[in-house]
């Protein structure tokens, strides 16, 4: 009996652990709605990033509202020579990658601590599995543009670095978890410290 319960907890949790499924065509009131919920517009334009930096535009929940409850969401990527979409996690979602313009070197760790990375070019695309930690980096000597595409409406975006050394967990953590002094950490800390 104690073994049934536990499964139907597991069951329901596993239920609720994604998007909510809709139970009308979308999230809105019908009557009160025209094309303009469905439309996304900030895309629009090219955009050049800094030097040496990477640079995303999000359309996921907070920026796209008609997204709620569709269960997709999508970001623009844009790479200058040099750059690199730190190794970070989507807790909700897998993103499905595809390169525009350029070429990108994309890798991912699964469960194993198994790494897989692969030299993308113009055309290509690469899946990254939920909760999985992946990156992307621009190796080449000319921008690179991709599109994301992200199996929920809010994907969630947890940067590594930032996570660990920008969060303010303890020194002396950090210093036996990294094996490293705290001297070290405390640099690595520095240049993820919040500029005010």
Do not use: W
Request: hydrophobic residues 50%; aromatic residues 12%; glycine residues 8%.
């Amino acid at each position: 009996m104690a073994y049934l319960l536990v499964c139907s907890l597991f069951l329901a949790v596993g239920v609720f652990a994604a998007d909510p499924e809709l139970v009308s065509d979308y999230a809105a009131d019908p009557t009160a709605t025209n094309a303009s919920f469905f439309t996304f517009t900030a895309f629009r334009g090219d955009v050049t990033a800094a030097p040496g930096t990477f640079m995303v535009r999000k359309a996921s929940l907070v920026e796209f509202p008609g997204l709620v409850g569709l269960g997709v969401s999508m970001a623009q990527l844009f790479f200058q020579p040099s750059s690199v979409n730190p190794p970070h996690i989507h807790p909700r979602a897998s993103e499905l990658l595809y390169v525009l313009e350029g070429s990108l070197a994309v890798g991912l760790v699964d469960t194993t601590n198994k790494l897989f990375v692969q030299k993308l070019g113009t055309g290509d695309a690469f899946v990254f599995p939920k909760g999985l930690v992946h990156f992307q980096f621009n190796e080449g000597q000319y921008a690179a543009k991709a599109i994301s595409a992200f199996g929920s409406s809010n994907a969630g975006t947890v940067s590594i670095p930032a996570t660990i050394f920008g969060s303010g967990i303890d020194d002396q953590v950090l210093s036996k978890a990294f094996k490293v002094g705290i001297d070290t950490i405390q640099t690595l800390k520095a240049a993820f410290a919040v500029k005010a």
